[in-house]
């Protein structure tokens, strides 16, 4: 007999890339308050009280903070229109001493899927955020370059693709022709993570998967899928080893807190690990990237306005 013995993915954290993207801040940082008497400063918006958003924005505005920059939170109750919301975003742009907006997600439901479209909606408070000053790429400023794959042009990249972005130039994940399957469609991480994929910066061939995909589809493009990206979120999402090719490069986005008062990825990690070549955990994994790869575009950000960085990203 012989006995098969199945290697492990190489485990894929996320804290020594977050700490490289870091230690570059706190360099822009150091300079921009020397060189321009700048202190970088990112504006939060959270509405209403869920415990999950509290804590991301906390955390958000702590690492800002540790890293010597300005962070300042705007809380809003659950009925606040998006008019409102709306009106205090433009007063953020145009306040010269905000560098960076970030508008947490989820709003409250009217804003995010208003009964009929005669209301402002969440995309009116995206647009409202000067172009500058887009820290989450959520504008029609920045998702336009995106889309268009003009890397030289991209102002903000949101966090979650920088984040995925510098995870796979560390753990050395070569992405040109290969098969990258996303799952979700959400606008901060999902869309644009896709469009990273499969544009010119990646050049992987990207195929997009969401509630909408059969169940058939989804699992005969996993079988094929080189690298798999999830940001699902939710328990009725669990990507499990048995549909996942052998070598496959897996990235999960996806977080949720269970039921068990844990956090929870999209990926069933005992069963994938086994089959995948590099896995990301939940926790440790992409979090604690796409936090620092926010306060890379605060610096970006305070960058615009002292007029020392041109748009455009370069890996
Ligand atoms: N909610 C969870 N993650 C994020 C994020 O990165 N940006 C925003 N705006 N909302 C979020």
Redesign the pocket.
Known sequence: MFAYIRSMAEIMYGQPVAEEIERKVQIAVHSLKTSHQVVPRLDVILVGKSPA?ER?VKRKLDTCQGLGMRAELHTFNHDVTARELRDHVLSLSADPSVHGI????PLPRPIEEPADDTTLDKFDIFDAIAAEKDV?GVSRYSIAELYRAQQNRLRFLP??AVAIRRMLAYYHIETEGRKAVVVGRND?TAKPVHHMLGGRMCNATAIWCHRHTRQQDHDAFMREADIIVTSVGSERYKLTGNIVKPGAVVIDVGTRVGADGRLHGDVDFESVAPVASQITPVPKGVGPV?VAALTENVVRAAQFAVGIRKSGYIF
Do not use: C, E, G, R
């Open positions: 958003s991301y970030l508008v947490q997600l989450d966090a979650t901060i796409t």
